[in-house]
């Protein structure tokens, strides 16, 4: 089949690739412009654009699907539009641009976690359990009926960004397989049932750690907010990133944000139980171990807010 491929972040690329190892064709890869990156601020292609560069790919860049790039993609007369992460809403005329519509590739177990960030929600809600379903893109967001699915359990210390990663090569497979039945004519959706839930984008408000919550809430808001947006806390005036949180058994009770050492570790107070400080980035500095980082600030009692 002749497909369009539209996405952005990496976790879109091993899709990109698996369908470019196979036998369909991808006529275009849609992918928004180049962004700004680092203290520089040196515009980047997104990491989909230098895959497809890298595949020799005919490429689209564009932040809106207007009626130009309608227009472009029209021209192509593709068989199957296919989504992984764009990061743009698709609407008509162009959702019924390809002869079989648009198809995405979304990484949750819909209807749960519909939206921008389905992982991390996930994670900071506690979920037991996630997964990746390809179903067919209509004008509601992510309300489409599902072509297939799969489930996996969430590691107990997992990460957003390495939950990601994992998902987004077991859902490539998974997107190759419903592209090579759609050829077929051998799949068919079923409509999403339960009751929706919505991953909306995370915001810094969301990177902010709320040490009087319980140390289970803080610890999967820590881990569903690394890397991106990163969790951070307030020492005063003063931002201090939490790159790595571990929880601790049977440690001393502490007031919550109080940070304390004890037996050679940095432990903070929360709402329950005391968690432990690993990796910690000071402002203005490198990340470093969270125990050197305490000894150089030569305190015995610390409030974090």
Same mark, same amino acid.
């Given at each position: 089949m002749k497909l369009v491929f539209a996405g952005t972040p990496q976790v879109a690329v091993p899709s990109l690739q698996a369908l470019a190892d196979s036998p369909h064709s991808i006529a275009a890869v849609i992918t928004r412009a @180049?962004?700004?990156?680092? &203290?520089?601020? $040196?515009?980047?292609?997104s990491p989909l654009?230098?895959? =497809?560069?890298?595949? +020799?790919?005919?490429?689209? /860049?564009?932040?809106?699907?207007?009626? *130009?790039?309608?227009?472009?993609?029209? *021209?192509?007369?593709? @068989?199957?539009?296919v989504i992984v992460?764009? +990061?743009?809403?698709?609407?008509?005329?162009?959702?019924?641009?390809?002869?079989? +519509?648009?198809?995405?590739?979304?990484?949750?177990?819909?209807?749960r976690w519909r939206g921008a960030?389905? $992982?991390?929600? *996930?994670?900071?809600?506690? @979920?037991?359990?996630?997964?990746?379903?390809?179903?067919?893109?209509v004008a509601e967001l992510d309300a489409g009926a599902v072509f297939a699915s799969f489930s996996e359990p969430i590691s107990r210390h997992a990460t957003a960004g390495g939950l990601l990663e994992s998902l987004s090569h077991s859902g490539a497979v998974l997107l190759r397989n419903v592209? !090579?039945?759609?050829?077929? +004519?051998?799949?068919?959706?079923?409509?999403?049932? #339960?009751?929706?839930?919505?991953?909306? /984008?995370? #915001?810094? =408000? !969301?990177?902010?750690? @709320?040490?009087?919550?319980?140390?289970?809430?803080?610890?999967?808001?820590? &881990?569903?907010?690394t890397p991106e947006p990163g969790a951070f806390t307030m020492l005063g005036e003063a931002r201090l990133k939490v790159l790595d949180l571990a929880p601790t058994h049977g440690a001393q009770p502490l007031p919550a944000g109080v940070i304390r050492e004890f037996d050679k /570790?940095?432990?903070?107070?929360?709402?329950t139980e005391p968690l432990e400080l690993v990796t910690v980035q000071p402002a203005g500095k490198t990340q470093m171990k969270a125990i050197d980082w305490w000894r150089g600030m030569a305190a015995t009692d610390v409030v974090a807010s």
């Open positions: @180049d962004a700004p990156l680092g &203290r520089k601020r $040196v515009l980047t292609p654009a230098q895959a =497809a560069a890298g595949l +020799g790919l005919p490429l689209l /860049k564009t932040n809106r699907l207007d009626a *130009a790039a309608t227009e472009r993609i029209e *021209a192509i007369e593709p @068989d199957l539009g992460a764009y +990061g743009g809403l698709v609407r008509e005329p162009l959702l019924s641009v390809p002869r079989l +519509g648009w198809i995405n590739l979304h990484f949750s177990l819909l209807p960030a389905p $992982v991390q929600r *996930a994670i900071m809600a506690g @979920d037991e359990r996630t997964g990746a379903a390809v179903f067919q893109l592209v !090579d039945q759609l050829e077929a +004519g051998t799949i068919e959706a079923v409509p999403q049932v #339960g009751e929706p839930t919505t991953a909306a /984008k995370l #915001g810094l =408000a !969301d990177a902010r750690i @709320d040490w009087a919550a319980s140390a289970e809430v803080v610890y999967n808001r820590v &881990r569903g907010v /570790k940095v432990l903070v107070g929360t709402g």
